[in-house]
């Protein structure tokens, strides 16, 4: 969860949803073959999407369990996943508790659905390892552009006067963010650009 706000991992996400949730639904008939419109009328709405979308995430995180919350207006929640342990079929009451109740039962069949696609872990376990690299060094490169991405600025002078030395200092802190200084006759500033020190990368 912490890691799904990675940008090109939301993209890729909303973008197939978006291709499988965009087509048009219908009900065709077994006998003949074609549409019955009257049936079909049923899945546009907001319930048949969200199913839609909540077994497309099963894919994603290996599993997903819904329960029908309002049988009128078709209501569907997703169970927390951390409640739910797919390989026994149990949905505990709390994370770290014991009582539990049996989703695969015949007594929640008639509200409950439960997505657990082939691949049992889902696609999240082979793609986290990356992002859980690519954070690391997107955190590593800040902090490299945090220490070295200003350049060192130094300046040498012949002035000896405590004040002319105060009036130097001062103008290089201003250097940094101006790029411009009046300095006193004598001083020379030497930029220490780091980005031709070796590989910025």
Do not use: C
Not at 155 to 183: C, F, P, Y
């Amino acid at each position: 969860d912490n890691l799904m706000n990675d940008g090109h991992l939301k993209a890729t996400i909303q973008v197939r949803k978006a291709a499988t949730l965009s087509n048009r639904f219908i009900v065709r008939s077994k006998k003949t073959g074609k549409e019955v419109p009257e049936k079909t009328t049923l899945l546009h709405k907001a319930w048949f999407h969200k199913i839609l979308a909540s077994s497309f995430d099963a894919f994603l995180r290996g599993y997903t369990v819904l329960e029908l919350i309002d049988p009128v207006s078709m209501e569907w929640a997703v169970i927390p996943r951390r409640n739910i342990a797919p390989q026994l079929g149990r949905v505990y009451f709390e994370v770290f508790g014991d009582k539990f109740a049996e989703y695969k039962s015949p007594a929640f069949k008639d509200h409950v659905i439960e997505f657990a696609p082939d691949d049992y872990f889902g696609l999240l376990n082979d793609v986290i390892p990356q992002l859980i690299w690519k954070r690391n060094a997107q955190q590593t490169w800040a902090d490299f552009s945090e220490r070295f991405g200003i350049p060192l600025i130094t300046a040498t002078t012949n002035k000896t006067d405590k004040k002319q030395l105060d009036r130097i200092e001062t103008m290089l802190k201003a250097l940094g963010q101006s790029a411009q200084a009046v300095l006193p006759e004598g001083t020379v500033i030497t930029i220490h650009d780091q980005a031709t020190k070796g590989d910025p990368y």
